[in-house]
């Protein structure tokens, strides 16, 4: 079952150049600090598990379904039964007191009462996996919205680094024009290029603050309130093999339990009307009274099922658990199929990410450096320089951005599959 400034500036920067990168699990170190807005993976997840009011809603049905149960285990009360009057006799002319009195219990036929609290306990159990299917969902969300938020702060301090540069090019392009040496056109492009690189910084600081938003809201805080998360970006993310992926999802979603437990309790429902036309009887004693006689007697009452046999109930319900077998064998077939094509998309995520190698982003860096100094020293042109600044910037932005699709393609692989990479990852290794 959720933090939001992120990374320290030297971790992000350190990134944005292209240095080493740990996997995200780094985020699940340490927890969050007392008192403060710095939060891991781990406490944002158990904010998120504690305050999200869905969850509270989940849980309140299954305390009515428990309540259910208990009323299906409890006996019909007893009933009783009195007539007073008089009776009348006329030779002699007497009027004397008379009155009948009864009681009677309720007895169900044999099996309906088992039937009926087997149905009202399967409807707590499906309550109760589809509590734990919302909660692995959310956590899975947190996640997503986690490394969204470490990857759009690094798409800002990378934004923020562009602008810096292109400032102290302002400055040296308006020194060449004071010397002679460029046009003013050189001076007028290097304020167009501080004029583009604050509005990227400034949609890149939109985004930013959207994933803040998303992940306090999933938290259950207030949408602007300022967090900082801790932890790095990586591409450490491991792919069980797509068979052993499939089976471990079919086996572990919790929809897929959630819709059997529902299949099962339609069964039950079945079974539970069919009992229901054996009729229910009633027992008791009752005693006629008057001040000369008393007459006791037992008796047995049930009603005859001649014309209501519960053929409209009957064929509803077994349409009810047709319905819910299919369900289940439609959501398993989706499931192979929305897990199999998020296999492919973090495939493919992984790949695209592997060609960003520490190498060339540090070769990129230090053909930024050179050309920085060059043209400053007047022995680069100026669309050269451009171009140099370009190149840098546009692959260290695409490279985060591969970054993101790759967590939101692990998200979606975790979503369809029900469960994290790392759970199916240990059932997968785990002694039969």
Request: proline share 4%; charged share 25%.
């Amino acid at each position: 079952m959720k933090r939001w400034n992120f990374c320290s500036l030297p971790l992000v920067l350190a990134v944005a150049l292209g240095g080493a990168i740990a996997f995200p699990a780094k985020a699940q170190e340490t927890n969050a600090t007392p008192g403060t807005n710095v939060l891991t993976l781990d406490a944002a997840i158990r904010l998120a598990l504690d305050n999200n009011p869905d969850i509270r809603v989940l849980a309140a049905d299954i305390a009515s379904a428990r309540g259910e149960v208990t009323t299906a285990r409890t006996w019909q009360n007893p009933e009783i039964s009195v007539a007073p009057g008089f009776k009348t006799i006329r030779d002699p002319s007497v009027t004397e007191f008379h009155g009948d009195f009864g009681l009677e219990q309720t007895f169900e036929w044999p099996g309906k009462r088992a039937l009926r609290r087997a149905v009202a306990e399967k409807n707590v159990a499906v309550r109760q996996l589809a509590l734990a299917g919302f909660r692995s969902q959310l956590a899975i969300q947190v996640r997503r919205a986690y490394f969204t938020l470490l990857a759009t702060r690094g798409v800002v301090e990378l934004r923020e680094q562009k602008l810096t540069l292109v400032k102290s090019f302002v400055e040296a392009a308006q020194k060449k024009v004071e010397g002679g040496f460029a046009p003013e056109f050189e001076a007028t492009k290097a304020q167009v290029e501080v004029v583009g690189a604050q509005r990227v910084l400034r949609e890149a600081q939109a985004r930013h603050d959207a994933a803040r938003v998303a992940l306090n809201a999933l938290m259950g805080r207030k949408p602007t309130e300022t967090l900082i998360v801790t932890g790095a970006l990586g591409d450490g993310v491991a792919l069980p093999n797509q068979s052993t992926l499939l089976e471990q999802a079919l086996v572990q979603n919790p929809s897929v339990k959630v819709q059997e437990a529902e299949a099962e309790r339609t069964g039950l429902s079945l079974q539970s009307i069919r009992k229901s036309r054996l009729p229910d009887f009633k027992v008791g004693p009752s005693v006629e009274y008057t001040r000369e006689e008393q007459i006791v007697g037992f008796g047995l009452s049930l009603p005859l099922p001649l014309w209501d046999k519960k053929k409209g109930e009957i064929a509803t319900a077994t349409a009810a658990q047709e319905k819910a077998m299919a369900e289940l064998d439609k959501l398993r077939r989706e499931i192979l199929r929305d897990v199999t094509t998020a296999s492919q998309n973090l495939t493919a995520a992984k790949e695209s990410l592997a060609f960003y190698t520490p190498a060339l982003r540090d070769k990129l860096k230090a053909a930024l450096d050179a050309a920085a100094q060059n043209y400053a020293e007047g022995r680069m042109p100026l669309l050269l320089y451009l171009e140099s600044q370009r190149t840098y910037f546009d692959t260290q932005a695409d490279y985060f951005e591969t970054l993101q699709k790759l967590f939101e393609a692990q998200a979606e692989l975790e979503s369809a599959a029900g469960a994290s990479l790392d759970q199916l990852s240990k059932s997968r290794t785990e002694p039969k």
